[in-house]
C-alpha cells in the first residue's frame, strides 16, 4: 500500500515536536500575531487569556465564537507533501530519494479550535490545538525528524479594575491535558507497515492547571494619554505536564499606545517577552522582541503589522454581525538567534459568533 507523510502527520495530529528552538506555547492567536505578537500591554479581546489576564477589564462589549476554525502551514509544507505524491513510502530506495531532495527543508502544520466567550472582565474559552513540525536531516543516513503537539482544555480568566481604572489585576486559569512527540524516523522505520503504531506508541502524554497572573497601569497620570503598560507572569504553576512537552513559566512586558486618527483607531505596541530568559536554551535578545500596530478601518476592517522576532508579519480580518474572517502570515525564528533560521508561516480563521 502506498503511503504518504501527510497521513503520518494527521495520524499524529489527531492521536494526539524539529527543532526545539521554538519557544514552547499553548495558542497564539491571529489579531496578536498580526500585530507582531505585542499583545502584553493591548489585550482586551479572549486573548488576553495567553498573553495578561489583566486586560480583561479592557474588554468593552460581549462577544462569543462558536465554532472557529484555523488552519495554519508553513511555506515549505505545501511543496514537501506535493512532492510526495509521486514516491512509494514502501520503497526504501525511493522514500531515502525523497528525503535527501528535502534535506533541511522544514514542513509546518496547525490546526486551532478557540471558542470563547468573553465579556467586561471576564472570558471563558475550549482549547483544542494540533500542530506538527517535520524536517529531514543528515543526507548519508536521511531521518526525518518529528516535533508534534497535541492540546486539549479550558481556560478561563478575570480582571479587576482598581484606582479610578488606573490599574487592572487579573489572573487566568487553563487546564491543559497534552500529548507530545519528539522522534526522529529512519528510512526503515518509514517503510514498515506498523509506522501509525510505532508513532502512537511514541507519544507521551501529560496535564496541568496552569495559572497567569498579571497587571496593568494606565500612564494618563504621567502625562501619557491613552498609553499603558503591561506585566505578565506566565505559567506560574502547572508548567510541568508529566512526560509531554512542559511549558516553561517566564514573565512578560509590553507598552501600548491608541490614537484616534480621523475615521479610524490605532494601536501601537512594543513587548519584551522572557524578562529573564526563562524560555529555550538561547539569550538572544533580537528573537525576545515584538513589536506591531492596529488599525481598526470603518466597515467592520482591521488591518495589522509588526515584526515578530525580527521579521515581518501582517494580518486582516472582517469582522461582519454574526461572522469574522480572518488571515495572517508571520515567521518564526527556529535557530538559536534571529536572523539565523526562518519558518515563514501563512494562516486562516472562519468564525461564526457573534
Known amino acids: 500500500m502506498k503511503r504518504y507523510p501527510v497521513l503520518i502527520v494527521l495520524i499524529v495530529l489527531f492521536a494526539g515536536v524539529v527543532s526545539a528552538e521554538e519557544y514552547p506555547y499553548i495558542y497564539k492567536g491571529l489579531r496578536p500575531m498580526g500585530m507582531g505578537g505585542a499583545f502584553v500591554a493591548v489585550s482586551d479581546d479572549a486573548n488576553a487569556l495567553f498573553y495578561n489576564p489583566a486586560g480583561l477589564a479592557r474588554i468593552e462589549k460581549v462577544r462569543a465564537s462558536l465554532f472557529p476554525l484555523e488552519l495554519e502551514i508553513g511555506e515549505k509544507a505545501y511543496d514537501m507533501f506535493n512532492d510526495a505524491n509521486d514516491v512509494d513510502f514502501d520503497s526504501e530506495a525511493e522514500t531515502a530519494a525523497y528525503l535527501r531532495d528535502n534535506i533541511g527543508e522544514r514542513a509546518h502544520l496547525g490546526l486551532n479550535l478557540f471558542p470563547y466567550y468573553s465579556m467586561p472582565r471576564f472570558a471563558l474559552c475550549l482549547i483544542g490545538t494540533a500542530r506538527a513540525d517535520l524536517e529531514v536531516k543528515d543526507r548519508q543516513y536521511p531521518k526525518l525528524s518529528t516535533h508534534v503537539v497535541n492540546d486539549i482544555g479550558g481556560g478561563a480568566g478575570y480582571a479587576h479594575p482598581f484606582l479610578d481604572d488606573t490599574v487592572s489585576v487579573g489572573v487566568s486559569l487553563k487546564y491543559i491535558t497534552r500529548k507530545s512527540l519528539t522522534k526522529e524516523y529512519t528510512v526503515l522505520d518509514i517503510t514498515q507497515d506498523d509506522l501509525d503504531k510505532q508513532i502512537e506508541d511514541d507519544l507521551v502524554d501529560g496535564s496541568g ?7 496593568m497601569v494606565s500612564l494618563e497620570h504621567f502625562g501619557f494619554e491613552n498609553a499603558r503598560v503591561g506585566l505578565c507572569a506566565n505559567n506560574l504553576i502547572g508548567s510541568d505536564l508529566g512526560d509531554a512537552q512542559d511549558l516553561d513559566d517566564h514573565v512578560d512586558i509590553g507598552l501600548a499606545v491608541d490614537y484616534d ?12 517577552v522572557d524578562l529573564f530568559s526563562q524560555l529555550g536554551d538561547d539569550d538572544d535578545l533580537a528573537k525576545r522582541i515584538r513589536m506591531g500596530a492596529e488599525l481598526k478601518l470603518p466597515m467592520f476592517l482591521s488591518v495589522r503589522a509588526g515584526l515578530y522576532q525580527g521579521y515581518f508579519t501582517s494580518g486582516v480580518s472582517l469582522d461582519a454581525r454574526f ?32
Open 209 to 215: 492547571v496552569l495559572a497567569d497572573l498579571g497587571v
Open 261 to 272: 486618527l480621523w475615521i479610524t483607531k490605532a494601536t501601537f505596541a512594543l513587548d519584551y
Open 323 to 354: 461572522v469574522q474572517l480572518d488571515a495572517l502570515t508571520y515567521a518564526e525564528e527556529i535557530g538559536a538567534y534571529a536572523g539565523q533560521r526562518v519558518d515563514r508561516r501563512y494562516a486562516l480563521r472562519f468564525i461564526m459568533g457573534f
